[in-house]
């Protein structure tokens, strides 16, 4: 003893040198990283169990020069840089696939600031992060673009070309506004964005699921049915558009004007209703006209005269089929 310090002796030295390292050995982790691509083990780090895996990836990061991006795997699924040894249940040693991978930064395209970063892997498509900013935008007005260049959303970085840092662009695209009506029930039902050029069907449908209507349907748009195949460009649509959602039991006819050879409007009547509802119809919009005269009118179809008793079921009729008013004038608007 020399005043306070003890000296230690070269036997007490190691052996508490060993005790310490034991201790270490038994609150950590011995990683080894595998290459996906040679599928060789290119680097080993032990790391304990209350670190985060960020230093693994800022070693082995160093060790390949700072210059690559990659993504740690275990076991299939993503090392985050926040997680450690003992969030991931690792055992006391453990292999992590390296994958290859492209740091993305997403730049907003009016605020032009970066609002988005992350790693990706090189051979994921950008489906994924597109529906991610979708999320956080809250819109779907907008396309990826790099180097000028539409990015499509099957693309991966590794189809594009990309390596290691690129920067994307939030690119606005045209849309339209729609409102889904419910042809049994007043009121308006979900209100949505959809890109002019995006066929519709797929979305219908599935705004049609959150409505919970019940039995078949189809969707029109200004009396006409919408195809699988139609756009809002396809229809020419205004950047405000309403479609109506008609029950399968409906169908669609025209009301023919035979002074103008033109359609006067069109109207979905239930299969299975009578013709009396079209007649009132008819009067209501005659007695609109102040001053017209108040003379009989009837309604034909394929020459034949429509009685108030009949269907469009019991005439045969379809979509598209055209109604002749006698006296067109007595209900023009």
């Not at 960020?54 to 700072?66: E, L, M, T, W």
């Not at 930064?105 to 032009?112: D, K, S």
């Not at 039991?249 to 979905?268: A, L």
Request: aromatic share 8%; hydrophobic share 35%.
């Amino acid at each position: 003893m020399v005043g306070n310090l003890s000296v230690m002796s070269g036997g007490g030295f190691a052996k508490a040198l060993s005790s310490v390292k034991g201790l270490f050995v038994k609150n950590s982790v011995l990683v080894h990283i595998r290459d996906v691509q040679s599928g060789d083990i290119e680097f080993t780090f032990r790391l304990r169990r209350s670190h985060k895996m960020q230093r693994v990836y800022d070693a082995f990061r160093g060790r390949r020069g700072g210059e690559d991006s990659f993504i740690l795997k275990l076991d299939g699924r993503r090392v985050a840089k926040g997680h450690t040894p003992d969030s991931l249940g690792m055992s006391d040693s453990v292999v992590l696939s390296c994958v290859p991978a492209v740091k993305v930064e997403i730049r907003n395209f009016r605020t032009q600031k970066i609002e988005l970063s992350f790693d990706m892997e090189s051979n994921n498509t950008f489906h994924l992060k597109h529906n991610m900013c979708v999320k956080m935008c809250g819109t779907t007005a907008f396309d990826f673009s790099w180097r000028g260049r539409k990015v499509k959303l099957r693309d991966s970085p590794s189809s594009l070309g990309m390596k290691n840092h690129v920067e994307l662009t939030t690119a606005p695209v045209p849309v339209v506004r729609i409102i889904i009506k419910d042809n049994e029930r007043p009121g308006n039902g979900p209100k949505f964005l959809v890109r002019r050029c995006q066929k519709l069907s797929k979305i219908l449908y599935q705004k049609y699921n959150e409505m919970k209507k019940d039995g078949s349907f189809f969707f029109t748009y200004d009396g006409h049915k919408i195809s699988l195949d139609e756009t809002p460009d396809s229809l020419v649509m205004n950047d405000r558009a309403e479609i109506i959602c008609v029950p399968s039991s409906h169908v669609i006819i025209d009301i023919f004007n035979v002074e103008t050879q033109k359609v006067q409007w069109v109207n979905t009547i239930n299969s299975s209703s009578q013709f009396q509802l079209l007649y009132k119809y008819c009067e209501d919009k005659r007695s609109q006209h102040k001053g017209k005269s108040r003379s009989c009118f009837y309604l034909e179809f394929n020459g034949s005269r429509i009685n108030h008793d009949d269907t469009p079921h019991s005439l045969g009729m379809g979509d598209g089929d055209r109604i002749v008013v006698s006296s067109i004038r007595l209900i023009q608007s």
